[in-house]
């Protein structure tokens, strides 16, 4: 099996610690599945932030979700849902509308259109995840599940402690 170094051709020496060759391989294979799910998932032009949104709202109620709840149950960056709910707005995959209790408020539903195209893409979603993992016991799928659960916290707990003293 390569090692990241071999596999980015890094010589000998420049990863120091076991610590930077994990997170440079979490970067590399969150890239690589990135790009395997644009190639072959999102190639229709939808993005992965959107097709997010769109099963956010497949699995929500009929009334719709508040623009802000979608931003917060996003994966991907936030600051760009806005522009995603535009595009799937302009393709007819969404319906956005003010709140009637609070017209500040956006509340999203997917139109019929969209929940066409999300009873497509889902089986094939799930099916590629599943290969993606197939090479993994199921032990080993725990084991990576708890791995980054933690990691994840580690990360939560030390986040304000970094914007705290980022950047002077």
Not at 49 to 73: C, D, P, T
Not at 109 to 114: E, I, R
Not at 130 to 153: P, Q, T, Y
């Amino acid at each position: 099996m390569a090692r990241i170094q071999e596999l980015l051709n890094i010589p000998e020496g420049v990863i120091e610690t076991a610590e930077e060759e994990a997170v440079l391989g979490l970067l590399r294979t969150t890239e690589m599945l990135h790009q395997h799910a644009r190639r072959t998932l999102f190639c229709d032009g939808l993005s992965q932030a959107q097709f997010n949104i769109m099963l956010i709202l497949e699995h929500e109620s009929e009334q719709g979700v508040s623009q802000k709840a979608i931003s917060e149950r996003l994966i991907t960056s936030k600051g760009n849902t806005s522009q995603h709910i535009a595009h799937l707005e302009a393709r007819k995959l969404i319906r956005r509308s003010a709140a009637p209790e609070d017209r500040r408020r956006n509340t999203v539903v997917l139109t019929a259109k969209g929940r066409r195209a999300v009873t497509e893409l889902e089986p094939r979603y799930r099916e590629q995840v599943a290969e993606v993992f197939r090479g993994l016991s199921k032990s080993e799928l725990a084991g990576l599940i708890k791995s980054v659960d933690k990691l994840r916290l580690t990360l939560m707990a030390a986040r304000e402690r970094w914007e705290l003293g980022a950047c002077g």
